[in-house]
Nanobody
Framework: QVQLVESGGGLVQPGGSLRLSCAASGSIFSIQTMGWHRQGPGKQRESVAS???????NYADSVKGRFTISRDNAKNTVDLQMNSLKPEDTAVYYC????????????????WGQGTQVTVSS
């Protein structure tokens, strides 16, 4: 009963910027870590950035200094600001989150969005 929906993808020129957003909805008691993964053509899915409920962030080396992840715990949303985009950033970007769905259940389950396409090209 939990759904993650991404938005904000599109076509952008090298050096440009995009802001991705992800909203979690449904039966949510609490959300622990939220993050973004991506999968380019012919490549494995890789972690891009993550953020804990307390605001601790982690970034892939390839995006450090260019991408910024943020979240709003009250709204159950997570954003990814992408600056200085490169052609190698082209991929489908997926939102994910570790979510506890009930006061009566221990632990979390991992949920994924459907993905949004980001294309960086001239």
């Amino acid at each position: 009963q939990v759904q993650l929906v991404e938005s904000g993808g599109g076509l952008v020129q090298p050096g440009g910027s995009l802001r991705l957003s992800c909203a979690a909805s449904g039966s949510i008691f609490s959300i622990q870590t939220m993050g973004w993964h991506r999968q380019g053509p012919g490549k494995q899915r890789e972690s891009v950035a993550s953020i804990t409920r307390g605001g601790t962030t982690n970034y892939a080396d390839s995006v450090k200094g260019r991408f910024t992840i943020s979240r709003d715990n009250a709204k159950n949303t997570v954003d990814l600001q992408m600056n200085s985009l490169k052609p190698e950033d082209t991929a489908v970007y997926y939102c994910n989150a570790d979510i506890n769905t009930s006061y009566y259940l221990y632990g979390t389950r991992n949920y994924w969005g459907q993905g949004t396409q980001v294309t960086v090209s001239s």
